[in-house]
Structures are given as structure tokens and as C-alpha cells.
């Protein structure tokens, strides 16, 4: 992501590794955080499960979290989670 641009409300991680998407998701909660926006979605997709089940244990732990949730079926579905950043 060039520096100097506000990240979207959408990270796409889907097709990535366990290794690629958590570093990924780190730095884009905190690009997000910085720059305000207070709820995104994390696209992880459908597939076997594995990166959607290791990004919602991750999730509560990262400091910047203040909860999140399974996008509704118009918001995504089982392959999205919405994530909402302390203020």
C-alpha cells in the first residue's frame, strides 16, 4: 500500500497464507486506525475455513479491536468478517 494513501474500508486476503494474511491484516487495522475509519471488512473467503477460523481467534486479541462479527449474506457472508477498531 503506497504510504501516502488511505487504506480502503476492505482488506481482500482471500488466496493468501496463514504466514501472508495475519502481517497483512496487522498493518492494515493500524493504517485504518490512524486514519479514522471505525468499522472494515476483512475478506477472507469461503473455502476450507482455515484462514477465516485463524483470523477470528486472532482478531480479539490485536489491541486495536474492539469487537467483530460474520458479515450479514448481503455484507459477504461466511467469506467476510466486520470488524470494528477502538476509538
Given at each position: 500500500m503506497d504510504s501516502s494513501a488511505s487504506p480502503e474500508p476492505e482488506?481482500?486476503?482471500?488466496?493468501l497464507t496463514?504466514?501472508?494474511?495475519l502481517p497483512r491484516l496487522d498493518q492494515y487495522?493500524?493504517?485504518a486506525y490512524?486514519?479514522?475509519i471505525p468499522s472494515?471488512?476483512?475478506v477472507h473467503g469461503k473455502g476450507t475455513g482455515t484462514l477465516r477460523q485463524?483470523?477470528?481467534e486472532w482478531l480479539p486479541r490485536h489491541h486495536l479491536v474492539k469487537s467483530f462479527?460474520?458479515?450479514?449474506?448481503?455484507?459477504?457472508?461466511?467469506?467476510?468478517?466486520?470488524?470494528?477498531l477502538v476509538e
Open positions: 482488506l481482500d486476503l482471500h488466496c496463514v504466514d501472508e494474511a487495522l493500524y493504517e490512524v486514519v479514522g472494515v471488512r476483512v485463524v483470523v477470528r462479527r460474520p458479515a450479514e449474506p448481503e455484507e459477504g457472508g461466511g467469506g467476510v468478517t466486520i470488524v470494528e
